[in-house]
């Protein structure tokens, strides 16, 4: 296994987003800039526009790349045969093929976590754009496009080493931006507890790593070889499977392993620090924190815990520990009742949403409980609906937070009661904002609604109808508080009812996500049979 | 047998529903302030759809041996089994007619709502959409998509436009009715995964023979319950006079008139047509409940000083006699129930019109000891409200009168002790509607202010008459309503039937 000139192609994206990175930062620092208010913005503009132009040529390519659209003809001797020859190459590089040095998959899963955290980064940036940040804007951009870099590593991991490095490179970059607004009471507050929560959860991870690698060396020695040190998720499992998956030394690295992701995707017990994290960082930053970072921690256990642990798979019961699946009902369980329950006091917007995506990362383990199905079609239909599920969510958690980070900026604030009467004063904002929120409250027709259902059906599927129960009550509940915000725009009388004005970049990303959300909601059968494809790919 | 033809490549149903999305659209894009524009827009496709409604219902044939006409089906996410199915039979024509009905007379009672006239006929309208697209939905995954669009909007119609404790109304009505709809999920997924096809299509889920009788008891509960919680089921039944009282006019008449049958409709569409053993195992505990809504319901009514209150607790019990005629599970029965949906729906709408914009529009009070004499002032609408108080009490020669009858011969052959407990409920309704017309339209004026009100408007007087106009058509000649509903509900009384004879040999 060693690297091929052809394998070039296949991480065309990470390479193409690395560059990108490097650019920006370069550019920022290679110009010349005057110290006035009007050479800072507009040096935060330019560093701005090349972030998004370039981040919406990478997603490009990667649309054309992963042939979900459409498959480039063969040159037929036109005037556009260079086109076609270029399409027709990059798609060679598309999904497809055994992992590069056995370590990088480049699958449709891949392709479809690159798209969405390509895409996240991008009305990110469009929303950070709006949100006119002139502090050191170079960084602030590049930061954002390295931790999108190591977000796709991430979901294309299948070895332990990279799957680290990935989950690093995401986190630290995360770090310097959740803690970007200097000044700023709460910014370095939510910076220093992100990098504390976040090292401390690494070590966990580092350790449980460790772990599973002296299990394959001693299962190794065991049957008569030499003590080797397997890094591949996939050599795991090839040695993890029947008695030997019940071994203690494997069992613990394996908890270490989910614990030390439940940061990541921020499940109860491992979530404190996102309440302050959340209301804390720049309004754009917790948007792209709470979506695309949460999409990648998903898709890494995902991967991991199916390749690495398929033998220690057990079944989702609650009352006894038989395998990964019932300590992801478990915590699914608790993250149901605390993030939904924690929401309903909250008086502060952005925390009442931070409360609510801690909840949805309950419904979001529901669907990973039906890997314990033996049939490949229900284990199909589990993956498509984690990925579903992440697609949407992203996309309704992006939009609404961009909301907040107008109103933010418009307001000076985040509180629920600053957005009162809000239809009196931006009416499009407003219908914008209800629909995302109709979306995560999982009403139909939007997108919400199918992607609820999906996970519901997977949970009951795998057997764990009791914790659907306990999900769908939680829908109700949680139904509550997302009325909350209605009530606020919508009833409550506005405290003042002069106009509040969205900065164009900000609106073309909110409603690019609003868009999406409806349409995905009337017609989810356009992304479902790609989606399946790619789910079909991963649970083989 | 039918009365017109229609050319069948039209897609009848989804213009139905349709024919309320477009008006939405058109008034989202006129501006506030140009009301009557968006007062006529609203009130024009509103007849449309009524015409339509009623077009359909001339042209269903219930002779026919096939029960659903008027079908469509588009594939929407074939995968899954989900797909757009459209198609009426006997028992959800004269809903759909019902419906036209009630949003074209609350489209006419709205004509003097002011205060951000554009979101309110937007989401008036919308509301009324989703009722038409549950009544011709044959696929349960759409009827269930169709249900929480019906459900939402009332949270904003209630909130903004309310009165009384507007916003713990609107809050309570939606918790609730979104925690039916919870129960509702549940069944859905498990009657997903349970039966061996892999489909929402309601018309194959009902051939029992795909389910378990252990699957039928068990999930026939919360399916049923999930409904019966916007049907006003005791003891589910406490958000619906609040929510009523709090709602405006047109909403409590939608509400009320069409909403709580959207629940009635769905318990024996879905639990009772896909479970029918589940059905019979919980039919003594349905039957139960609803005696309690009937007897209950009314004596509350009895004490309330609240005009509205009343109404809304009559809604409660007479919703009760409806769940009561599925309880009884046989073809009279069941024919009695959706007959009285149909006509409960008419009549309370036509409560709400008088009590809401007639009477509280003008006096500003709901208080009985604060009203009175009122005939003198506005006769008609003492005129249509005695009309519709007769209809609900029961007395021949109104629409409320053949329901009750069926009802009642329907439990006589079921549960006879039953039958004979809820008559209580007769003679406690003639009571309190006899006391409310006589609380405030005869006895002495009791505010000389009165004198002076304003008179009845021409959109008032056209809506009174048609509801009233229906109740006595559909009393002299209940034919045109009872000829489809008995043709159609006969398969699902029949699977009663055969599953309550399993049911015997099983124990």
Known sequence: MSFQITDIPRILLELMLLLLGLLVLGSDILTRWGRGAQAQAERAREAGQLTAVGLGLVFIVGLVQSRFLFTVPDPTGGPLDILLTLGRNLQAGGPGGSPVLGAFATDEFTMVARLTFIGAALLTSLLAMGYRLTANPGEFYSLLIFSTLGMSIMAAATEFILAYLALELSSISLYVLAGYFRESERSPEAGLKYFLFGSLSSAIFLYGISLTYGFVASENQKAGGTPIIATLFSEVGRFATGDAARSPLLILGMLFVIAGLGYKISVVPFHTWAPDVYQGAPPPVTAFLSTASKAAGFLLLYRLLTTAFPGAVGAPRLEEFSGWTSVLAILALVTLLVGNLAALPQTNARRLLAYSSIGHAGFLLLAMLLWSSTSPVDRTFGTAALIYYLIVYTLANLGSFGVLAVLTKALGGDDLNAMQGLWQRNMLLTLMMTILILSLAGIPPLAGFWAKFFVFMAGYQAGAVPLVTVAVVMTVVSLYYYLRFLKAMWILPAPSTSPISTPPVANAAIIVSTVLVALLGLLPNLIWGTISSAASVAAR | MNLIDLPMNVPWLSLVWLSLVIPTLIIALLKPEQKREIRIVGAVFSFISLALTLLVYLAYDYRSPQQFQFLEEVPWLPELGINYILGVDGVSLPMLLL?????????????????????????????????????????????????????????????????????????????????????????????????????????????????????????????????????????????????HVAAPTAVSMLHAGVLMKLGSYGCLRVAMWIFPEGANYWLLPIAIAALINAVYGASIAMTQRDFKFMIGYSSVSHMGLTLMGLAAANIIGITGAVLQMFAHGVMTALFFAVVGRMVYDRTHTRQFPELGGLFNVIPFAAIVFIIAGLSSMGMPGLAGFWAEFNIFMGMWQRFPLIAVLAGISIPITAGYILLAVYRVFFGELKNPEFRRLPGLTTPEYVAGAILAAVLIVSGIYPAYLTEPIEASVRPIAEALARAGALGMVGR
């Open chain 2, 99 to 243: 419906n036209g009905l009630v949003i074209f007379t609350g489209a006419l009672i709205s004509w003097n709502i002011e205060e951000r006239a554009r979101e309110y006929w937007a989401l008036l309208l919308l509301l009324a959409a989703g009722v038409y697209g549950v009544f011709v939905s044959l696929d349960l995954f759409l009827l269930f998509i169709f249900y929480e669009l019906a459900v939402l909007p009332m949270y904003l119609l209630i909130g903004i436009w309310g009165s009384t404790r507007k916003e713990y109304g609107a809050m309570k009505l939606t918790l609730y009715l979104m925690g039916g709809s919870a129960f509702i999920i549940l069944g859905l997924v498990a009657v997903y995964y349970s039966g061996t096809l892999r489909t929402f299509d309601m018309r194959l889920l009902a051939q029992s023979a795909l389910f378990s009788r252990d699957v039928q008891i068990i999930f026939f509960v919360p399916l049923f319950l999930g409904f019966a919680v916007l049907a006003g089921m005791f003891p589910f039944h406490t958000w619906s006079p609040t929510g």
